[in-house]
């Protein structure tokens, strides 16, 4: 019940019913597709919900960003796919006794792609060339068990950083001839996965539907708040807590953990849940989300004007820059996922805490009722 932390499936999983069936439907034809959302907009949480939850399909998950290096990755994806014939721990098997491996692939009968993944073990390989055949591997199994795998790769855009330029050519040309395999590709720097895929010139375009996760649905959002209020004997002003919800726009983060914060206070109190409420509700989340706002800023410090221009479009302030030192610093913070393009030359900032937060920070005297005020109402 309104549970935040990490990814959640089930009977937390709350809406997608627009998202669901479209993305069921190109998982059925075996359409590759791509999944692009600012960070905590649900993408792991909706393919958890598919895969894990529902488990409507063979599938390996793999998230880019917690592999330090290609070989790392490589590694993971050998054990899922080899795990697929009974293979269990591939990669350690192979540490403590090639022998014994070599034998077990033999009965398997998986001789030919076995036996180079022991080859390529064995020697010096190069890691590119190891990374694109541990996806041969996940392709040839998969042919051979006659099944379609579905192969998620959380956090994609990371995928530049673990390689050198030609990463995604080399990958492109491979991956095409990946019969039974569908691949999603999710990404929460929405710049960059816009680059890899929706840019003319990348090996990428034209490769995956492209699918945007939004906000939750605020009807469907109020829908699970009545019933679980109502349940609770939790008594409450509708518009208000709708008011907070359009003010996050269905954040799923942000939008779960206020109300979290007002079910479990009051639960405790009794209180009802009015404006004023719903307001405190908002500055105590905000509080509670500023080191993960603070590390963001940190961030942009970094470098320089990066945290002034920043601060500016959260204002509403102009800048006395140049404007190709403007443009590069647009084009930086886009690229760390902080802003988006609104229109030419026009920019907004991507999570709406961080902007509360630079408001507040600017204008002592700005209470946060006239920063969601300003803001729900337009
Ligand atoms: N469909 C949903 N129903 C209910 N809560 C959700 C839903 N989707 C996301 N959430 C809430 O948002 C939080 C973040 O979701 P999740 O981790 O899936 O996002 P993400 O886009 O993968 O984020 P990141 O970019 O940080 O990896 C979850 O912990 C949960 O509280
Ligand atoms: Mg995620």
Do not use: W
């Not at 102009?318 to 026009?346: F, H």
Request: glycine letters at 4%; one cysteine or more.
């Amino acid at each position: 019940m309104f549970k935040y932390g990490s990814p959640v499936k089930g009977i937390d999983f709350i809406d997608r019913t627009k998202h669901i069936p479209i993305f069921k439907s190109y998982l059925d034809n075996n359409q590759h597709v791509m999944i692009k959302a600012p960070r905590r907009f649900g993408k792991t949480s909706l393919v958890k919900h598919i895969f894990e939850y529902q488990e409507a399909y063979e599938f390996i998950y793999i998230d880019i960003k917690r592999a330090t290096n290609l070989t790392v990755l490589s590694n993971q994806i050998l054990d899922k796919a080899y795990g697929f014939v009974g293979v269990d721990n591939f990669i350690r098997q192979a540490k403590n006794s090639i022998i014994a491996l070599a034998r077990t692939i033999r009965t398997i009968k998986l001789e030919s792609i076995g036996e180079l993944t022991l080859e390529l073990m064995q020697n010096d390989f190069d890691e590119l060339e190891f990374f694109l055949h541990s996806l041969d591997t996940v392709d040839k199994i998969a042919k051979k068990k006659d099944i379609n795998i579905k192969f998620i790769l959380d956090e994609f855009q990371d995928i530049i950083n673990l390689g050198n330029d030609d990463i995604l050519d080399k990958l492109r040309s491979v991956i095409q001839h990946h019969e039974n395999i569908t691949y999603l590709f999710l990404g929460s720097i929405e710049s960059i996965m816009t680059k890899i895929f929706q840019t003319k010139t990348s090996p990428f375009f034209h490769f995956a539907a492209i699918m945007e996760l939004d906000g939750l649905d605020i009807d469907e959002l109020m829908d699970y708040v009545e019933q679980t209020f109502d349940r609770e004997n939790i008594k409450y002003d509708k518009n208000s807590v709708r008011n907070i919800l359009s003010f996050t726009k269905g954040h799923p983060d942000y939008s779960i953990k206020l109300l979290s914060y007002l079910y479990l206070r009051t639960g405790r109190t009794n209180e009802f849940i009015d404006e004023d409420l719903c307001l405190i509700a908002i500055g105590e989340v905000v509080l509670a989300t500023r080191p993960y706002l603070d590390e963001l800023i940190a961030k942009t410090k970094l470098k320089k004007n990066l945290f002034e221009v920043l601060s500016a479009t959260a204002n509403k302030t102009p800048m006395n820059l140049p404007s190709s030192t403007l443009y590069n610093a647009n084009v930086a913070l886009e690229e760390m996922g902080l802003i988006k393009n609104k229109s030419r030359g026009e920019y907004e900032i991507v999570d709406i805490f961080l902007e509360v937060l630079l408001r507040q920070d600017n204008d002592e005297n700005l209470a946060l009722r006239d920063v969601v005020n300003l803001d729900y109402k337009k």
